[in-house]
């Protein structure tokens, strides 16, 4: 199994990133997926999550209304559109499989 992300860098507060998470060496299309993230010195929290088909997905309270996640069964691709980002969504962003592998992470740091 390997997830690889892309997509993170640095925005202004306001701005909007996307980001991908690569898939390969299961079969994406069967299993849920997440985004994690954790920021420094703070613990690795649920920032959303999809169900296989896509049809259902879940949100933290923090980033409803702001963040989309989504995916694309044919091309192995998890995405997490994130818009009005602030200063408080910096973090380091993970995919996660419901069968609990980890991508290596992407760094997201919203700053003026």
């Known amino acids: 199994v390997q997830l690889v992300e892309s997509g993170g860098g640095l925005v202004q507060p306001g701005g909007s990133l996307t980001l991908s998470c690569a898939a390969s060496g299961f079969t994406f299309s069967r299993f849920g997926m997440a985004w994690h993230r954790q920021a420094p010195g703070k613990e690795r929290e649920l920032v959303a999550g999809i169900s296989s088909s896509g049809s259902t997905t879940n949100y933290r309270d923090s980033v409803k209304g702001r963040f989309t996640i989504s995916r694309d069964n044919a091309k192995n691709t998890l995405y997490l559109q994130m818009n009005s980002l602030k200063p408080e969504d910096t973090a380091v962003y993970y995919c996660?499989?419901?069968?609990?592998?980890w991508g290596q992470g992407t760094q997201v740091t919203v700053s003026s």
């Open positions: 996660k499989t419901s069968l609990g592998y």
